[in-house]
């Protein structure tokens, strides 16, 4: 009995074994086969990226030998002279400072006489200044050269903070100090240089060159810029390129790029603010209601700025990463060949958004009152594609209801986007690694505006670049403490003037 019961139970033991065991087989090979497929989609994967990154080859035109252009060190003492003439906007509806303004034409007019003998000069809104040189072939279509005159003005209280006075334009053994040397006053003057200085080689243009110099750029440019562009429209004007500030040379600003990066900044954002106002019956403070009037607009601040709107791949982003990326080490290029599946941390290195910006508040009159009105100002920089009535629809849908939103001020949507594809970008291309061999041109998007945006209409292209040297620390001082420009770059600026205008002839 008991060799039966063994019996039994070590047969049963045997079944269930075989029937796991039979169970198994297809349970392995299915596991076998997600293994298989895993394997395979990362192989597929592994493969695309590596392709995807093989195939973005460089984008950089070749670099044309040219002879040192031999500039004479008196072009210092005519910027540092320049910087001495006042030519400040305070905001929009500020009066200009005839006396600055009027006093700093005729400095010009003293000292590029072959320019102003040769090239007619308008003046627009009794401030901003048009010089035509008037080509000798009509069917070339002309080129524009922008720059402003205007510049911001200086905070009191950073005085002591310059080397030097910020309108004394004192010469050191390296740099011209003072306010515009950046921004604008150093490209404007370089400008007339090279052309004072290719009229004295008795140059004569085959296309017609416009140099066009507004007075208000920094406060919007609505009576410069503006009606400089409308002025040259109602003229017929019809151009191949204009080209204005708002490109530069980056050195040491890329993580991974060692060479200086010369950006050329195909469009702009846009520009916007908006108000915020909160209005309720205030009260005493020793009796706060549920809703107070600068917590409802604090909430809203906040709202905004957790609530942004979303990274986008646009153009001309997606120009920059193949330009770029090109030319980045292997694990960083094949992720800007690859934005498909890395866009998100590329897009937020590069600020690709409409960003939102609180930039003023005011509410309350006493420490014991609940105030009736609050406000605040947010600002926006648009990214192509939308506008500043998507903006606005996008305040109006994640603030409360309490709130009223009201535009203010001077405001812009993003400008159209040049291509890359054309003569002028390879042109402008090759005159800036002509003059910097080892620089990398590469188009991009401009945060900030320019008066270039007010030209689209009247020119086929619309590029932002000069050759500024700008790297961590000299960032600070566009608009701010310092400015200053070293001799050896204000120099770079008068030889690529001189070449660009070649080049297009």
Do not use: C
Not at 22 to 36: A, Q, S, V
Not at 205 to 215: D, I
Not at 320 to 340: I, R
Request: glycine fraction near 6%; hydrophobic fraction near 40%; charged fraction near 20%.
């Amino acid at each position: 009995m008991e060799e039966f019961t063994s019996l039994k139970h070590s047969n049963l033991s045997t079944y269930r074994f075989q029937f796991l065991a039979k169970l198994g087989k297809p349970t392995n090979r299915f596991m076998k086969k997600i293994f298989l497929g895993l394997v395979l989609i990362l192989v597929a994967l592994a493969a695309i990226l590596l392709f995807n990154t093989f195939q973005l080859s460089s984008k950089q035109v070749a670099a044309e030998p040219i002879e040192k252009l031999e500039i004479s060190d008196d072009v210092f003492l005519n910027l540092s002279k320049a910087i001495q003439f006042q030519t400040i906007s305070y905001s929009e509806d500020a009066v200009p400072d005839s006396a600055a303004f009027f006093g700093f034409h005729r400095f010009l007019a003293e000292t590029f006489p072959l320019t102003h003998a040769n090239l007619t000069l308008e003046k627009i809104s009794d401030y901003s200044l048009i010089y035509k040189w008037e080509g000798s072939d009509a069917s070339k279509k002309p080129i524009i050269l922008l720059s402003h005159q205007d510049v911001v003005p200086v905070d009191e209280p950073t005085l002591g903070d310059w080397e030097a006075a910020p309108f004394e334009g004192k010469i050191t053994d390296t740099h011209i100090i003072g306010r515009g040397t950046m921004d604008d006053k150093g490209t404007l003057v370089g400008l007339l240089e090279a052309v004072e200085k290719l009229l004295s080689e008795s140059f004569v243009p085959s296309r017609t060159f416009y140099l066009a110099f507004g007075h208000d750029e920094e406060v919007g440019g609505g009576n410069g810029a503006v009606k400089i562009a409308a002025h040259l429209k109602a003229k017929g004007v019809e151009a191949a390129m204009t080209i204005d500030e708002g490109g530069f040379i980056a050195e040491n600003m890329i993580p991974g790029v060692e060479k200086p990066v010369a950006m050329i900044n195909l469009a702009e954002k846009g520009f916007a603010s908006f108000r915020l106002i909160v209005e309720t019956n205030g009260g005493h403070s020793s009796a706060p209601p549920r809703e107070n009037t600068i917590g409802i607009l604090a909430q809203a601040i906040v709202d905004l700025e957790n609530n942004q709107l979303p990274y986008k791949m646009v153009k001309p982003i997606d120009a920059q990463l193949e330009y770029l990326g090109a030319e980045l080490p292997f694990f960083t290029k094949l992720a800007f060949a690859n934005p498909w599946l890395f866009k998100k941390p590329i897009l937020e290195s590069l600020n690709a958004h409409t960003t939102t910006a609180p930039t003023i508040i005011d509410g309350g009159v006493k420490n014991n009152v609940i105030p009736t009105v609050a406000e605040a100002t947010v600002n926006f920089r648009i990214l192509p594609g939308e506008t500043i009535e998507s903006v606005k629809a996008h305040i109006e849908k994640t603030v409360s209801e309490k709130v009223r939103v009201e535009p203010v001020g001077h405001l812009t949507n993003p400008s159209p986007v040049s291509t890359v594809e054309s003569e002028a970008f390879q042109i402008l291309a090759k005159t800036i690694r002509s003059q910097n061999p080892d620089a990398l041109v590469v188009p991009g998007l401009l945060g900030g505006g320019t008066d270039s945006r007010n030209f689209y209409d009247i020119s086929e292209e619309v590029y932002r670049f000069y050759p500024i040297r700008i790297n961590p620390e000299s960032m600070t001082r566009f608009h701010g403490i310092d400015e200053k420009i070293s001799k050896e770059n204000y120099k770079e600026i008068i030889e690529f003037s001189y070449l660009l205008i070649k080049n297009f002839n």
